[in-house]
């Protein structure tokens, strides 16, 4: 997985955490995250353990990194994203479709409340398309919470479970649930 960044970060660090995140992600395939060494990642990426504590404190932030660069480019695909709620869940997991494997494998290996933060932070901070959420009072955190949480278990189920649903069967789904259709009353 290549994270591209925009930032006037150093492309060779790029590089080195783009190269320690392929390593990681390889080494996961067949191990718990606690039964890999920095050294296996290093020694699998090619790098010394220097240029991974000149990037990195622990494995775990590696993790934190890749999910960021994904939400990252998330944003830049919201600039075309339609603001309706029905396009913007369209939008939202094919974005996160495309990166099934990486996600499934957070999701198995036990890490994904690291995905379920930088989702959290992503509604919280604004990252929704402008006037996708019509309530702008007190009310607006409790709405951009739900969306939040709703959004990032339907995700689970949907990488873990491996019901067939489409992305388009998932996005009506998350609609009838916003609707209250799916309720009794």
């Excluded at 790098?47 to 934190?64: A, W």
């Excluded at 944003?75 to 029905?86: Q, W």
């Excluded at 094919?94 to 932070?121: C, P, T, V, Y």
Aim: overall charge neutral; cysteine-free; proline content about 2%.
């Amino acid at each position: 997985m290549v994270v591209e960044v925009k930032s006037r970060e150093n492309p060779m660090s790029i590089r080195s955490k783009n190269a320690l995140g392929t390593a990681l992600l390889k080494l996961m395939i067949s191990r718990e995250l606690e039964d890999i060494s920095i050294q296996d990642i290093t020694k699998k990426a090619g790098l010394s353990r220097q240029t991974f504590y000149t990037n990195f404190r622990e494995k775990e932030d590696i993790l934190v990194y890749l999910v960021g660069g994904l939400f990252g480019r998330y944003r830049d695909r919201l600039e075309e994203a339609r603001p309706e709620a029905d396009g913007f869940l369209i939008d939202y997991f094919m974005f996160w479709g495309e990166s099934r494997d990486f996600l499934s494998l957070l999701f198995r290996r036990g890490k994904g409340g690291i995905f379920q933060e930088a989702n959290r932070h992503f509604f919280e901070a604004g990252g929704l398309p402008k006037g996708l959420i019509s309530s702008d009072g007190d009310d607006e955190p409790y709405v951009r919470a739900g969306l939040a949480g709703m959004t990032y278990e339907l995700l689970y189920i949907w990488m873990t479970r491996d019901l067939g649903l489409s992305v388009s069967a998932l996005r009506a789904l998350a609609s009838r649930i916003l609707s209250g259709e799916l309720f009794r009353e």
